[in-house]
């Protein structure tokens, strides 16, 4: 994880870390189905800025609404929920986590990273699935301003789509950006405490700049701007 050419401190210093198998979503979480999830709910819905609805990958989410999505989704087909979430007037929080669970979460951010860079089929390229930035990701040179369809472009070396580019993708990790120095070695979930949490992968308005595997980001978990999406795991354990 992380890279040590970067100018950015956050992505230093590169380590090594283990995870241990996953499943993880091909396509990022389309409007269609975080629709569904907010007509069951009444949930309010994500705003999509105009750009339309359907098969775009979902945006304006908050981290909070991400993983009430995870939830639901886990409960519809037959899962455990992996958060136990408390309702009260401050609104909603996560009260613990069952990481054995076998239902939907939001990747780590080394189960992202690991997953951007190809897995165990990696072949090194400088972005998710090629040296040519313009066959995996929508970003501002190639968009026109505007979310597409998910999985339009070129998949990476594990058939995933859209890592980079398109929408944003929370991850669970709480942010800190000193925390590659002390990271565990083997599944690292991010500080035990902390404000923001992480998201990764650029979206269809990020520059050029921003379009790097290891580009680590931050906002406020209840804040549901900023063209930030959602992209599912389940632990290899989940028998599906």
């Given at each position: 994880?992380?890279?040590?050419?970067?100018?950015?401190?956050?992505?230093?210093?590169?380590?090594?870390?283990?995870?241990?198998?996953?499943?993880?979503?091909?396509?990022?979480?389309?409007?269609?189905?975080?629709?569904?999830?907010?007509?069951?709910?009444?949930?309010?819905?994500?705003?999509?800025?105009?750009?339309?609805?359907?098969?775009?990958?979902?945006?304006?989410?908050?981290?909070?609404?991400?993983?009430?999505?995870?939830?639901?989704?886990?409960?519809?087909?037959?899962?455990?929920?992996?958060?136990?979430?408390?309702?009260?007037?401050?609104?909603?929080?996560?009260?613990?986590?069952?990481?054995?669970?076998?239902?939907?979460?939001?990747?780590?951010?080394?189960?992202?990273?690991?997953?951007?860079?190809?897995?165990?089929?990696?072949?090194?390229?400088?972005?998710?699935?090629?040296n040519n930035i313009k066959e995996v990701a929508w970003f501002s040179e190639t968009s026109g301003n505007k979310p597409h369809e998910v999985g339009a472009l070129?998949?990476?070396?594990?058939?995933?789509?859209?890592?980079?580019?398109n929408a944003w993708e929370w991850c669970w990790d709480f942010y800190d950006p000193s925390y590659y120095s002390k990271s565990e070695e083997s599944n690292p979930?991010?500080?035990?405490?902390?404000?923001?949490?992480?998201?990764?992968?650029?979206?269809?308005?990020?520059?050029?700049?921003?379009?790097?595997?290891?580009?680590?980001?931050?906002?406020?978990?209840?804040?549901?701007?900023?063209?930030?999406?959602?992209?599912?795991?389940?632990?290899?354990?989940?028998?599906?």
């Amino acid at each position: 994880m992380g890279n040590d050419y970067s100018g950015a401190l956050d992505e230093k210093p590169e380590h090594k870390v283990t995870v241990s198998d996953f499943y993880i979503s091909k396509y990022e979480v389309t409007f269609d189905m975080f629709d569904n999830f907010c007509r069951s709910t009444g949930f309010d819905m994500a705003n999509d800025g105009g750009y339309g609805r359907g098969q775009n990958p979902v945006i304006n989410v908050s981290w909070i609404g991400a993983v009430m999505y995870c939830n639901w989704l886990s409960t519809r087909f037959g899962f455990d929920k992996v958060y136990d979430l408390e309702v009260d007037s401050a609104g909603t929080s996560v009260r613990g986590v069952n990481w054995d669970a076998n239902g939907y979460r939001l990747p780590t951010e080394a189960e992202w990273e690991y997953v951007a860079k190809g897995g165990s089929k990696s072949e090194g390229y400088a972005y998710a699935g090629s040296n040519n930035i313009k066959e995996v990701a929508w970003f501002s040179e190639t968009s026109g301003n505007k979310p597409h369809e998910v999985g339009a472009l070129k998949a990476n070396e594990l058939g995933v789509y859209d890592m980079m580019g398109n929408a944003w993708e929370w991850c669970w990790d709480f942010y800190d950006p000193s925390y590659y120095s002390k990271s565990e070695e083997s599944n690292p979930r991010g500080p035990e405490r902390g404000g923001n949490r992480v998201y990764r992968g650029g979206n269809f308005e990020s520059k050029m700049e921003f379009m790097r595997i290891s580009r680590r980001f931050s906002l406020s978990p209840n804040l549901n701007t900023g063209l930030v999406g959602i992209r599912l795991v389940q632990n290899k354990n989940a028998n599906l």
